[in-house]
């Protein structure tokens, strides 16, 4: 099906920047939706930021203003930049694409999740 592979987690200090990466690879024949969710220990999944293919974004409330998600297309990866860290975003971070993909000529939709980068912020 589709594969996304993360790249970008760490430790940084509170007041810092990170920038995640996810790129998809396999039969896509169109990746619409791709986001980043985190999840906190003992905490549920959350959305962190969304893009859709058309360019429309969504942020978490917590993100707002600090967290900037973008796309190349051309590459099929999609990048978190994270600004102004917080302790409070540490997290394991998991990158989500949704789309069709192609098998023997037939359009299918998938639903793929990476493995997660782990994001550490301390005070």
């Known amino acids: 099906q589709v594969q996304l592979v993360e790249s970008g987690g760490g430790l940084v200090q509170a007041g810092g920047s990170l920038r995640l990466s996810c790129a998809a690879s396999?039969?896509?024949?169109?990746?619409?939706?791709m986001g980043w969710y985190r999840q906190a220990p003992g905490k549920q999944r959350e959305l962190v930021a969304a893009?859709?293919?058309?360019?429309?974004?969504n942020y978490a409330d917590s993100v707002k203003g600090r967290f900037t998600i973008s796309r190349d297309n051309a590459k099929n990866t999609v990048y978190l930049q994270m600004n102004s860290l917080k302790p409070e975003d540490t997290a394991v971070y998991y990158c989500?694409?949704?789309?069709?993909?192609?098998?023997?000529?037939?359009?299918?939709?998938?639903?793929?999740w990476g493995q997660g980068t782990q994001v550490t912020v301390s005070s």
């Open positions: 893009s859709t293919s058309g360019g429309a974004t």
């Open positions: 396999g039969s896509i024949f169109s990746l619409n939706a």
């Open positions: 989500n694409a949704r789309g069709l993909f192609n098998r023997a000529g037939v359009h299918l939709q998938f639903d793929s």
